[in-house]
T-cell receptor, first 111, second 115 residues
């Protein structure tokens, strides 16, 4: 399987702190995306970074991509209780048509 | 409102009883996909469709069938469900699929229990 992995599996922080989660993947990609899922609901797209980009920002989100290490990180700054959710990275194939999701990081932000 | 809808949202069935989970999108998207989500395994792609009448296997297609007769609909068929297909299923769509730097839009999920 080409499914990626995320680290840590679970993360618990205080409100106001920063949260960092990491994603590793296995094959060359075109793009990497991060999604958020609230408790068994559908996934919501957060941010996309192309393979030729190294860093991208969107509001309190910062994503980095290191294609040489086949890894990405998602940083959420100044976390809020409403950020409590599971976060997944998703990659595509360089020459294929499939998407691959990581195993997810469960983030709990304590008020 | 642009959305992906799935029905039913919850389903309890017995082994061997054929079932269909419907998926529909109103965004004129070409690419549609089915995923299953299991604890500790994340989301795994079951089948995907690049366009009408074009479908392909994902990572875990065994025990599932799909069809894409219309652009907006992409039903998932379990001909003879087994307990190991108990899972949370998501349908998703995007405008043109992979390699296009496009987001996927997800349905609300269908929770299936096979007894």
């Amino acid at each position: 399987s080409q499914q990626g992995e995320e680290d840590p599996q679970a993360l618990s922080i205080q409100e106001g702190e920063n949260a960092t989660m990491n994603c590793s993947y296995k094959t060359s990609i075109n793009n990497l995306q991060w999604y958020r899922q609230n408790s068994g609901r559908g996934l919501v797209h957060l941010i996309l970074i192309r393979s030729n980009e190294r860093e991208k920002h969107s509001g309190r989100l910062r994503v980095t991509l290191d294609t040489s290490k086949k890894s990405s990180s998602l940083l959420i700054t100044a976390s809020r209780a409403a950020d409590t959710a599971s976060y997944f990275c998703a990659t595509d194939e360089l020459a294929g048509n499939q998407f691959y999701f990581g195993t997810g990081t469960s983030l709990t932000v304590i008020p | 409102e642009a959305q992906v809808t799935q029905n039913p949202r919850y389903l309890i069935t017995v082994t061997g009883k054929k079932l269909t989970v419907t998926c529909s999108q109103n965004m004129n998207h070409e690419y549609m996909s089915w995923y299953r989500q299991d604890p500790g395994l994340g989301l795994r792609q079951i089948y995907y469709s690049m366009n009408v009448e074009v479908t392909d296997k994902g990572d875990v297609p065994e025990g599932y069938k799909v069809s894409r007769k219309e652009k907006r609909n992409f039903p998932l068929i379990l001909e003879s469900p087994s307990p190991n297909q108990t899972s949370l299923y998501f349908c998703a769509s995007s405008l043109r699929g992979t390699r296009r730097a496009e987001t996927q839009y997800f349905g609300p999920g269908t929770r299936l229990l096979v007894l």
